[in-house]
Each structure stands twice: as C-alpha cells, then as structure tokens.
C-alpha cells in the first residue's frame, strides 16, 4: 500500500489524509499518553504536517505545555499530537489510521513509565525516554519559517 493514507475518528465527523510515507512509527509508554488515550500503550505514525490534510469541523485541541492533543469533539476519538519543539511534524494515533495494521512500528518510546505487566516481547530499540530528539533551540540551519 503507498500514500495517499486516510484515518479519521469513530463517528467520522473528523477525516484526514496524508499524501506521503509516513517517517515514523512508534510506541509511547508515558504517562501523557496513557491518560490521553486510556489504553495501557499509545502508538503514533508521524507524517510532516504539509503533507497533511484534515476534512470536517469536529476536531478540538487540548494544550498541555508544548504537546497539543487532537481529538474529535463528537465521539472523542484521539486523532494525532503535535509538539511545538518538532515543528513541522504532526503524530498520528495509529488506531486512527484506517489501515492500522500497514503501520509497524519500529520502536518503543518512554520504556520507562511502561507499566509493568504489559510485555511486548520484539527486538525492537528500546528508548527510556523519547524516540525522537526534541531540540533545545530553534531550528538551527534557520530555512524553515
Ligand atoms: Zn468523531
Ligand atoms: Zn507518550
């Protein structure tokens, strides 16, 4: 299967597409995650955000420092974060992805706060804390608007 990739929210009132590969996929075991998402482990596809479109007027954000969580604001379904320290980059639930099981993930993020009889026995590399390095300044090659 190649890009164009669609996902949306239960109900459907939210619908987006992304017209790339996506860069990443991952799990996440923090803690944000587990709260945002009920669920005991969190998996996110990564696309760039100008690869991406969304359709529908259902979708709400909460901010919490620099992640803003997206989700319908109908059925509550979790669409995608975004972290201002990534700019560019939008993170989408997998289970929000219509063709979830395309999406493999290749790492687990914050193996730190995993819970401890959760066991996901792969060999895949294992982050204590992020999988993605959040840089502490701004963009450094300064193209980017
Ligand atoms: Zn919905
Ligand atoms: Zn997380």
Redesign the pocket.
Known sequence: MTAPHTG???????RFEASAEPHHVSYCHCGDCRRASGAPVSAFVGFLTDQVAFTGK?LKMYENGPVTRSF??????PIAYVDERLEDHIYFTLGAMDMPAYFRPTHHAHVREQLPFLHMPDDLPRHLKTSVPRPSSSNPDGTQS
């Open positions: 949306g929210c239960r109900c459907g009132a939210v259902a319908c604001g109908i059925c509550g379904s």
